[in-house]
T-cell receptor, first 116, second 113 residues
Framework: GAVVSQHPSRVICKSGTSVKIECRSLDFQATTMFWYRQFPKQSLMLMATSNEGSKATYEQGVEKDKFLINHASLTLSTLTVTSAHPEDSSFYIC????????????FGEGSRLTVL | DQQVKQNSPSLSVQEGRISILNCDYTNSMFDYFLWYKKYPAEGPTFLISISSIKDKNEDGRFTVFLNKSAKHLSLHIVPSQPGDSAVYFCAASQQTSYDKVIFGPGTSLSVIP
């Protein structure tokens, strides 16, 4: 089946630094990718929709200058958390749309960000 | 306002018995529904889906039932196994307007050996 790879799976950084998380669709082209954030004991919160070759669409309340999303190719989207703070510590998950009538999403393994 | 609701945050079931996870939605425009399973510190994995033109879809031990008039769907797992212990997310989307998938809050299933 389709595979989405997310890297790194865990990252620890100092407050004020920037962290980049990559999301790759390994065996299919994804014109649309999504970035989610999961808070403890809560659902997946959609942060933004990333479309290849165009600007990402951010959900209400998500700071686009803080969470930079780039979808440079049909197989790669990146999320950069700029000037990270401890409150940005979370589990970030990407997903890619495989296309077709089913509209099935395939998820990456997630990235655990810890900001010290 | 939650468009997709899973009113039971947790559920415990004995191994071998049936697990029933429920999901309600409010947006009548949703026409495609999915269930995802998630283990701690991992991304969700797709389980089963159903289109609004059907009322039942079965895949092995997993069956999803859709009641459009009630805007309700349920996932049945039978027989339940300890490895099924995970958080289950119900999700809904519009196939003609795939700008986002709306997830429910999840139900944590524990299957007791």
């Amino acid at each position: 089946g389709a595979v989405v790879s997310q890297h790194p799976s865990r990252v620890i950084c100092k407050s004020g630094t920037s962290v980049k998380i990559e999301c790759r669709s390994l065996d299919f082209q994804a014109t649309t990718m999504f970035w989610y954030r999961q808070f403890p004991k809560q659902s997946l919160m959609l942060m933004a929709t990333s479309n290849e070759g165009s600007k990402a669409t951010y959900e209400q309340g998500v700071e686009k200058d803080k969470f930079l999303i780039n979808h440079a190719s049909l197989t790669l989207s990146t999320l950069t958390v700029t000037s990270a703070h401890p409150e940005d510590s979370s589990f970030y998950i990407c997903s890619a749309l495989s296309g077709g009538a089913t509209g099935e999403l395939f998820f990456g393994e997630g990235s655990r960000l810890t900001v010290l | 306002d939650q468009q997709v609701k899973q009113n039971s945050p947790s559920l415990s079931v004995q191994e071998g018995r049936i697990s029933i996870l429920n999901c309600d939605y409010t947006n009548s425009m949703f026409d495609y529904f999915l269930w995802y399973k998630k283990y701690p510190a991992e991304g969700p994995t797709f389980l089963i889906s159903i289109s609004s033109i059907k009322d039942k879809n079965e895949d092995g031990r997993f069956t999803v039932f859709l009641n459009k008039s009630a805007k309700h769907l349920s996932l049945h797992i039978v027989p339940s196994q300890p490895g099924d212990s995970a958080v289950y997310f119900c999700a809904a989307s519009q196939q003609t307007s795939y700008d986002k998938v709306i997830f429910g809050p999840g139900t944590s299933l524990s299957v007791i050996p």
